[in-house]
């Protein structure tokens, strides 16, 4: 069971704390000031941006698992799950170095990128997919919310102009939170459960 919880909290963290990242918020926040959309309509936006980006992680990890379990064992989950984890950390660092040594400020943000899947929640469903489909889909409906609630909040604080701080943080520090969360919960699953 607190393997089960320990899950739950990582699905909510990841979520919420990927949406705060400028690549997923500040594109419909410069839409939103430049066309004068009101609260409601950047509520219904911001929802929208994070069900779809959450829906299109979640379904990304549940069609790994699809095939994953057609060519492994269940019995191979844990190995499978760590493999996945080093795979995501690697291609994530990789990334953050790539933008790095790009110019983020001449590239023009766009809504595409925030609807995107993510690969970071991939080995968190992977793996809850050993506690059955019931917690399996619950994980999944934690993380796709999460998504929600956090870009809906950041969004709407940054049309209030009380978000300017975050919008200067280096986006490449949450792929590192996110690294380093991934590394925990691979831990986690190698010496915990």
């Not at 909510?12 to 419909?28: E, K």
């Not at 779809?52 to 019995?75: D, E, K, N, Q």
């Not at 870009?151 to 590192?176: E, H, W």
Request: proline share 4%; aromatic share 18%.
């Amino acid at each position: 069971m607190l393997e089960l919880v320990f899950f739950i909290m990582i699905s909510a963290t990841f979520g919420a704390l990927h949406m705060v990242a400028p690549d997923h918020w500040v594109p419909l926040t410069m839409i939103s000031l430049k066309e004068h959309y009101n609260g409601g309509k950047i509520t219904f936006l911001s929802l929208s941006i994070g069900f779809l980006h959450g829906f299109a992680s979640v379904i990304l990890s549940l069609f790994v698992i699809f095939i994953g379990i057609y060519f492994f064992p269940t019995y191979y989950i844990k190995i499978v799950s760590i493999f996945i984890i080093i795979a995501v950390c690697i291609y994530i660092l990789f990334n953050s170095l790539v933008e790095g040594r790009t110019s983020t400020t001449a590239a023009k943000p766009t809504i595409i990128i925030s609807v995107l899947p993510d690969l970071a929640v991939l080995p968190i469903i992977f793996y809850s997919a050993k506690f059955g489909n019931v917690y399996l889909l619950f994980i999944s409906f934690i993380y796709i919310l999460s998504s929600m609630i956090s870009i809906t909040f950041v969004i709407l604080l940054s049309n209030k102009g009380l978000s300017r701080g975050l919008s200067q943080v280096d986006p490449r520090y949450f792929d590192y939170m996110m690294v380093i969360m991934l590394a925990f919960t691979a831990v986690y699953i190698l010496f915990f459960s």
